[in-house]
Structure formats: structure tokens, C-alpha cells
């Protein structure tokens, strides 16, 4: 099992990155979204300059705000700065595009951004619409100057549902998607992802999955919803719970029973924002902290339906089940200040144990 973080783009906290090489993790993978953090490039670019082992990525770029061919020219100026050391995870971009009160792009255009993007990063030529025109394209300068391609640069798709996933073994050299409570079991994700692999006869030989989730490694008789807990984790829990507000609120669906509860107190939190700005109120603080009232919200049992939970031994034992199971990696989400210290803690406690 390999062992990451998924950070938010900060300019200021390159330094977590040479703390998490030290400690021994394996990637550190940085969050993209424009109206909130750091531009997540520039920030990986200084982490390439301040590293030399550690392998370092978007996590993930958003398909909705650049088009393939910069997206491949930002992840190979990176991979001149650290052949071998980069990897691009691409999303339809929830956070990134709801903080401008658009949808995610739709699977049927996901599969067309992937096409493209996959193919420019294999250096192929290949067929390419834009502005109504469509035209033979690839990277015309990445064997000598400016960028580089190759060591190849792997593509990791995001996918939480089945046909995301899908997309993942058809386009995609890896996948990242979410594990139980909140997500699928491995082996029905990678299920999903032999589907479309075998849609268009690929091979599944050297096919990674990474998993994103939330930790909350408890002290010896810790309660998981004691207060260090919830302000180490308190934001991540939010987010699987703003994450519904759109899709009920626009499908006029129920929210999924995990939810159900804390539901109407919720809502009403949010709206005594007015209707034109709530697509500000319910991302605004994304993974980083919460608004008034929401700790409020968060007890135990949201925490363990969001968040892998358990002393450094239960985690263990979790770990080594999700690892039998065909886990590769695992990624825990932070972007508040408690990573430096989360980061140490598993570290010494979990992975040395692994």
C-alpha cells in the first residue's frame, strides 16, 4: 500500500511538501480550484524544486477550465522539473465549477476531454474541436525543449460513479475514487473500470487505483466527535454534506439517509444566505473550515459515515482489509493546519507498522 495526501493548492505551505517526503508518503496529491486556493501548477512547481523523491500531482485538475493541451503543457513543464516524480488526477470539477454557480461538465463531453488529453500525453497526433473547429493537434516541443513527456505521465481519472469509473479503464492509467462508508468497495469499482477497458480492448497491466478519503486516527479511549477530532476533520465532514445541497436541492430528490437527520438544520444554515449567493455559502470553505453552527451538526456517527476512523491498530487492520481487497493507495484529504501534525502521527503510529 502506498500512502498520500490531498492538499489544497496553498503557495504558502510548500514546506508540507519536503515534511510529507520526509516522513516517508509517497505523493502528495494538490487540489484544483480557481476561485479558492493557489493556482494548483504553480504550486507544484515549487514542490518539484523543493523535493526529490515524493511524487506530486493535481488532485485533481479541473476539465471544465483549461483545455486538454494546457493541461498537458503544465504537467509536462512539470515533468521537466521532476522526471518520473508527476502524475495528473483530472475531475469534472465539482467544487471548482459550483463556486461559479455552474454544473460539472457531463460524462458524454468527460469522455471527449479524456480522449483528447490521454492522447496528447502519449505525444500522439490526435483529432481535436475547439471553437467549432476541428483539427489534427499534438505537443509540438516536448522531446528537446520547454517540456517533457516523457517518463510518461500517468493519467488518473476521478470517478465516483459507475460510468466515471468506466471512463477510468477506457482512457485512464489509474483510477481515484471514494472507499466505503461513503464510496464503493474495490472490487466493484475496479469492476467498472475492466468494463470500459474492455470496451475498447485495453490492458489493464500497470492499472493503478488510489483512494481519497478522511482520517481520524483516535487516541487510546478517544470518542470519534471529540473536539481535536472535529477540528482536524470537521471541514472534510462538511463537505460530503455540501456536496448533497446542489444534487438534492436540483434533482428534487431526498438526501441520502447518512444525511437525513441533520438535513433541515443544515439547510437552514444555509439559507439565510440569499439564493443568488449560495452557491458562495456552501463551498466557500471547502476542506479548510466551517461556517457558524456546522460543529454543531457533526457527531460521531457523521463522522465515522465520512472519514476512515479508528486507533492506530483498528486502522491497521482496516488498512491491510482494503489492501487485500486490491487497494494500491491511499490519500487522506486535509487543508487545514492539522495535516503537519496528522501527517507525523500516521506515520509514526500506522505506515512504519505496514
Known amino acids: 500500500m502506498k500512502f498520500g495526501f490531498c492538499v489544497m493548492a496553498n503557495i504558502d505551505e510548500i514546506g508540507f511538501f519536503s515534511h510529507a517526503e520526509s516522513l516517508g508518503y509517497d505523493a502528495v496529491w494538490v487540489a484544483d480550484s480557481q476561485h479558492l486556493f493557489s493556482d494548483v501548477y504553480a504550486v507544484l512547481a515549487l514542490a518539484a524544486r523543493q523535493t526529490s523523491r515524493i511524487h506530486l500531482g493535481p488532485g485533481t485538475a479541473i476539465c471544465g477550465t483549461r483545455i486538454p493541451p494546457v493541461q498537458v503543457a503544465a504537467m509536462a513543464t512539470l515533468n521537466r ?4 516524480r508527476v502524475f495528473m488526477g483530472i475531475g469534472t470539477g465539482n467544487t471548482a465549477m459550483r463556486t461559479m454557480g455552474q454544473k460539472p461538465m457531463k460524462i458524454a463531453e468527460f469522455s471527449e476531454y479524456l480522449r483528447v488529453l490521454a492522447a496528447l500525453l502519449r505525444g500522439e497526433t490526435v483529432d481535436y474541436t475547439f471553437n ?12 528537446t525543449d520547454y517540456m517533457n513527456l516523457q517518463p510518461h505521465i500517468p493519467l488518473y481519472v476521478s470517478g465516483f460513479g459507475p460510468r466515471a ?16 462508508p461513503r464510496g464503493v468497495a474495490v472490487p466493484e469499482a475496479m469492476g467498472h473500470v475492466r468494463q470500459g477497458a474492455a470496451r475498447v480492448g485495453r490492458d489493464m497491466a500497470g492499472f493503478r487505483n488510489a483512494a481519497l478519503t478522511n482520517l481520524a486516527l483516535l487516541q487510546p479511549g478517544e470518542a470519534a466527535d471529540s473536539d481535536r477530532i472535529k477540528a482536524m476533520v470537521g471541514p472534510n465532514v462538511m463537505a460530503s454534506v455540501y456536496y448533497f445541497y446542489d444534487t438534492v436541492h436540483e434533482r428534487g430528490i431526498e438526501p441520502p439517509p447518512f444525511l437525513r437527520r441533520l438535513w433541515k438544520p443544515y439547510c437552514a444554515l444555509v439559507e439565510q444566505t440569499r439564493p443568488e ?23 460521531a456517527q457523521l463522522i465515522r459515515d465520512t472519514c476512515l476512523v479508528g486507533t492506530a ?7 491491510r482489509a482494503l489492501e487485500a481487497e486490491g487497494l494500491q493507495e491511499l490519500m487522506f484529504a486535509s487543508g487545514n493546519t492539522a495535516k503537519w501534525q496528522m501527517a507525523e502521527e500516521f506515520a509514526r503510529l500506522v505506515m512504519r507498522r505496514l
Not at 277 to 299: C, K, N, Q, S, V
Not at 313 to 319: F, G
Open 277 to 299: 449567493h449560495r452557491h458562495f455559502r456552501t463551498h466557500e470553505f471547502h476542506y479548510t473550515r466551517m461556517h457558524p453552527g456546522e460543529a454543531e451538526l457533526i457527531d
Open 132 to 143: 467549432g473547429v476541428t483539427k489534427p493537434i499534438r505537443m509540438l516541443m516536448h522531446e
Open 81 to 84: 522539473l521532476a522526471p518520473g
Open 165 to 180: 469509473m468506466a471512463l477510468a479503464g477506457e482512457h485512464g492509467d489509474g483510477l481515484v475514487f471514494a472507499i466505503p
Open 313 to 319: 491498530d483498528e486502522l491497521i487492520d482496516r488498512i
